[in-house]
């Protein structure tokens, strides 16, 4: 059994700064991937930013100027900033988890938060 708590979501002003965290707990077995992915309202779900245990990143192309992410191995969390927040940018922001070091490119993962609504509007 694994928790995922995910706090930071909110309204944020365009051009704003956002930090979205994400603690895991529960777990028998190592977390190697952890990662952010959003569903915006009538879209698939899409890759935000992941990393894995040993640092290893994978950002969205279009998003990676914007973000930075980052773990605490200890604790099994993540935090993501992204900065210049755009209307489309809204949208829920899930967190997710696995054992494997895989997930972060596969987008496959056995955990997955409840999400947390961002929404970027003046």
């Known amino acids: 059994q694994v928790q995922l708590v995910e706090s930071g979501g909110g309204l944020i002003q365009p051009g704003g700064s956002l930090r979205l965290s994400c603690a895991a707990s529960?777990?028998?077995?190592?977390?190697?991937?952890m990662g952010w992915y959003r569903r915006a309202p009538g879209k698939e779900r899409e890759l935000v930013a992941a990393i894995t245990s040993g640092g290893t990143t994978n950002y969205a192309d279009a998003l990676k100027a914007r973000l930075t992410i980052s773990r605490d191995n200890a604790r099994n969390s993540i935090s993501l900033r992204m900065d210049r927040l755009i209307p489309d940018d809204t949208g829920v922001y899930y967190c997710a988890a696995d054992s494997s070091y895989d997930s972060i490119t596969t987008g496959r993962y056995d955990h997955w938060g409840q999400g947390t609504q961002v929404t970027v509007s003046s």
């Open positions: 529960g777990s028998y077995f190592a977390i190697n991937s």
